[in-house]
Nanobody, 127 residues
Framework: QVLLQESGGGLVQSGGSLRLSCAASGDTIRNYAMGWFRQAPGKEREFVAGINWSGGGTYFADSVKGRFTISSDNAKNTVYLQMNSLKPEDTAVYHC????????????????????WGQGTQVTVSS
């Protein structure tokens, strides 16, 4: 079982940047596909970005391609979401999640396979 804790959210102006962190404990992140999701008020949770070291590469939602990147620090057992050129529509609670899968392309992992979730961090982008 892996425990996940997000940090790094906050209030930023449109066009600004934030880096979210997802610190894992209890297991190594490389045993999972890791995803970032977000949920805005009144909207469903949506996939933002993911990485799967077991051959599944990285994948980004169209809405964030070219603006967000995903990376990791294995020594810290942490996954990062670098968010640049932020827009007001990026405002949401951001969650990281872990899926105990291998050999899946990230974009094909059903949300139901993400068994472990962090509590989330609020990102607010002002116009």
């Amino acid at each position: 079982q892996v425990l996940l804790q997000e940090s790094g959210g906050g209030l930023v102006q449109s066009g600004g940047s934030l880096r979210l962190s997802c610190a894992a404990s209890g297991d190594t992140i490389r045993n999972y596909a890791m995803g970032w999701f977000r949920q805005a008020p009144g909207k469903e949770r949506e996939f933002v970005a993911g990485i799967n070291w077991s051959g599944g590469g990285t994948y980004f939602a169209d809405s964030v391609k070219g603006r967000f990147t995903i990376s990791s620090d294995n020594a810290k057992n942490t996954v990062y979401l670098q968010m640049n050129s932020l827009k007001p529509e990026d405002t949401a609670v951001y969650h990281c999640a872990a899926a105990p899968v291998s050999d899946y392309y990230v974009q094909t992992i059903p949300i139901g396979r993400y068994n472990y979730w962090g509590q989330g961090t609020q990102v607010t982008v002002s116009s």
